[in-house]
């Protein structure tokens, strides 16, 4: 019996205010489109997949989705109705005072996580290519520890990486930073995928071709030290996927090719057997890529018929070895193994 989904991604908007080396989607305005999804249908979305899994998690995704405040809050209230979890990764450019901070412990995500590339400011803002983007993410860390404590409440903070060759060798002060100086409750790490957005060609990606990481048995080394350091709980599967990420894109150079490039010596994700992501139209798929069949949501029952019907869908995916296996929202293994106090803080932040 194929189990329910645990996570529904809901697509808010599809641009941003900040101009990230390894994603284009901020190159593109957002038109109105009289195809969007409203709010109402969103919620009616949300609402039915409660329904296929009343313990399930609601993700918002984007572009930031902070730009669109009407949208974004609608999508964790009705979460937060519908007795779901809700986790959102943003920028924090948008949580610049108390009262914004407070809203988001009290009314918005369950779980919230900020985008921070580094410990180094310089770094920090130069791949997320906007001045000022690090006072920005850090302090909007420093609002929620802040706001959470004034409420208390336990909604989780986390900071989140995309860790590269620009930032990989100073993991050790970053989760310092993280951990001890700011305070956050966890520092997740994602690593450099081929450039999101209207990239023309493969061989126009430099970014990636300069800054995914060669020699990642160091980075291997590196995230063993912080795992004894910090007390982790690193998943050792997880740290050997890792290193078969780096390896396979760089198998015969074809880490230049970015999305060209063959793949993983071996399939890395499970989407298939965990997601369902909806975007701006209403069409749901079992993960971001169009190169699997999706179903448009027109009305109740449709998500169910996605879900249970998607056989064929899925073997095909469990072959897929793209280079998107590495993301944090879909690669099987979880960076960390959970303990019993990991537990109970989800159970308390619910």
């Known amino acids: 019996m194929r189990q329910p989904p645990r996570f529904l991604f809901v697509e808010v908007n599809q641009h941003c205010n900040l101009k990230c080396k390894h994603c284009m989607f901020w190159t593109r305005k957002e038109e109105p489109d009289p195809g969007h999804i409203s709010i109402e249908r969103r919620s009616e979305i949300i609402d039915e997949f409660a329904e296929l899994n009343p313990e399930g998690t609601v993700v918002t995704c984007g572009g930031e989705g902070m730009l669109d405040l009407d949208r974004y809050f609608a999508i964790t209230g009705q979460s937060r109705k519908s007795g779901l979890g809700c986790f959102s990764v943003t920028n924090g450019t948008i949580i610049t ?41 850090t302090g909007a860390i420093r609002r929620l520890l802040t706001a959470r404590q004034r409420l208390g409440k336990s909604t989780p903070v986390y900071a989140m990486a995309v860790i590269c060759e620009q930032n990989y060798r100073e993991l050790d002060a970053f989760y310092q930073f993280v951990l001890k100086d700011l305070g956050a409750d966890k520092l997740k790490l994602n690593f450099l995928q081929p ?21 990642y048995e160091e ?4 995230i063993d030290s912080c795992d004894a350091k910090y007390g982790l709980n690193i998943n050792p599967e997880w ?17 230049s090719r970015g999305w060209l490039a063959k793949g993983t010596e071996e399939p890395i994700c499970n989407s298939y057997e965990r997601n369902i992501m909806v975007d701006m139209f209403g069409e749901a798929r079992l993960c971001f890529s169009d190169a699997f069949p999706g179903r448009m949501l027109r009305k109740r029952g449709d998500m169910a018929k996605l879900w249970y019907r998607s056989g064929r869908t899925c073997r095909k995916m469990a072959k897929c070895t793209a280079c998107c296996g590495i993301s944090h929202s879909v690669r099987r293994e979880s960076c960390t193994i959970k303990t019993s106090e990991d537990a109970e803080t989800d159970i308390r932040a619910a």
């Open 239 to 255: 740290l050997r996927v890792v290193k078969l990420y780096h390896r396979s894109m760089h198998a015969n150079d074809d880490a």
């Open 219 to 222: 980075l291997g080394r590196i």
């Open 195 to 215: 450039t999101f957005g209207p990239l023309q060609t493969a061989s126009s990606d430099a970014f990636y071709r300069k800054n995914i990481i060669s020699d």
């Open 97 to 137: 005072d108390e009262a914004m901070a407070e809203q988001m412990i009290a009314e918005g995500p369950t779980e919230i996580t900020i985008s921070l590339n580094s410990h180094l400011p310089e770094v920090h803002d130069h791949t997320r290519g906007v001045a000022g983007s690090f006072d920005a993410a």
